[in-house]
């Protein structure tokens, strides 16, 4: 366990260290000068200057890079030259929305997949299961900003729900009632397509499980079948389940940003497209690099868990 535990974080520190290189060059890779484009043309020389200087492009690319990753590793992202605050300040202001939406979104979708999953294997192909795989299949199709769209509609507008519409939210240390309310509606969205996967991953597992021999053993002894599908059927069936839940939180992570745009949430997503339509270079990369590393470490967590699971998986 240990020298996988080991392996898995050398991979890591690899990876975070790619996405700091490739966040790094997003100011370089800006056609013309960095400083015309993130100050516009009629900036004077003075503030151009600060801008070189605060971003070091007066030195060679490689000294940049290590004074960057240098100030970065000290949690200085930057000054925005647009709303003139601290990036990494604004960062922080806004990602708890974010953890606050995933975890109400996967709580919605773990609590409706696994009971639903399990009665759905215990009779393959029967009505039950029909509908629900039927159900499943018709809720993958439709995309999540076509959701959030319909659920406001019905019910912000025709059910006149209370802060559950756009431009909505408040924050949970203001008021925790009406926060929960105003991120209902995209936590909803958000689960509905994390429900679909694991759903569908958790029943075809569960089918293949319950033909196993041990099961048939349990049955004989006279166990519950209660007792046979969470005790004996479920952790050997969920090691897909928390490999797939790895790559669809940290996917979330990314993935909720047009429904916080959307609704006016100001997460990260809301952030990074009202940065990208303003041209906040800045704090479009320190976005993009906060997020990045984000998936890569929710990736190295579920890995974690899944060896904790199946032991067998840290011996391979």
């Known amino acids: 366990m240990l020298k996988y535990v080991l392996r898995r974080l050398?991979?890591?520190?690899?990876?975070?260290?790619?996405?700091?290189?490739?966040?790094f060059y997003l100011i370089h890779l800006l056609p013309g000068d960095p400083a015309t484009v993130i100050l516009g043309t009629g900036a004077s020389p003075a503030n151009r200057a600060i801008l070189y200087k605060q971003l070091g492009l007066n030195k060679p690319i490689i000294e940049q890079y290590f004074v960057w990753i240098g100030n970065v590793?000290?949690?200085?992202?930057?000054?925005?030259?647009?709303?003139?605050?601290?990036?990494a300040s604004t960062i922080r202001a806004a990602y708890p929305i974010d953890l606050e939406l995933i975890f109400l979104s996967q709580?919605?979708?773990?609590?409706?997949?696994?009971?639903?999953?399990?009665?759905?294997?215990r009779k393959p192909n029967g009505l039950l299961d029909r509908l629900l795989s039927a159900g499943s299949f018709t809720l993958l199709s439709i995309p999540p900003f076509i959701i959030i769209v319909l659920l406001v509609l019905i019910v912000s507008i025709k059910l006149g729900v209370a802060n559950t519409g756009p431009s909505s939210f408040v924050s949970f240390t203001s008021n925790w009632r009406v926060n929960l309310t105003s991120l209902a509606l995209p936590s909803i969205t958000l689960a509905t397509a994390s429900f679909v996967l694991y759903f569908r991953v958790l029943r075809s597992d569960m089918i293949a499980t319950l033909q196993e021999e041990f099961i048939t053993m349990a049955r004989s002894k006279g166990l519950s079948q209660r007792r046979i599908m969470w005790r004996h059927a479920f952790r050997p069936s969920s090691v897909a389940l928390l490999g797939t839940a790895g790559v669809n939180i940290g996917g979330l992570l990314a993935g909720g940003f047009v429904v916080q745009y959307l609704l006016g949430i100001p997460g990260l997503g809301y952030?990074?497209?009202?940065?990208?339509?303003?041209?906040?270079?800045?704090?479009?990369?320190?976005?993009?690099l906060v997020v990045s590393v984000g998936v890569v470490l929710i990736n190295f967590f579920f890995d974690f868990l899944t060896s904790l699971v199946d032991p067998r998986i840290s011996r391979e």
Request: proline share 2%; glycine share 8%; aromatic share 6%.
């Open 73 to 87: 590793l000290h949690g200085n992202l930057g000054t925005s030259f647009i709303s003139q605050t601290s990036v």
């Open 107 to 121: 709580v919605l979708a773990f609590a409706a997949a696994i009971p639903l999953a399990m009665r759905s294997a």
């Open 10 to 23: 050398i991979m890591l520190v690899g990876i975070v260290f790619i996405i700091s290189v490739g966040s």
């Open 271 to 288: 952030t990074l497209i009202s940065a990208i339509a303003s041209s906040d270079y800045l704090l479009v990369q320190g976005i993009v």
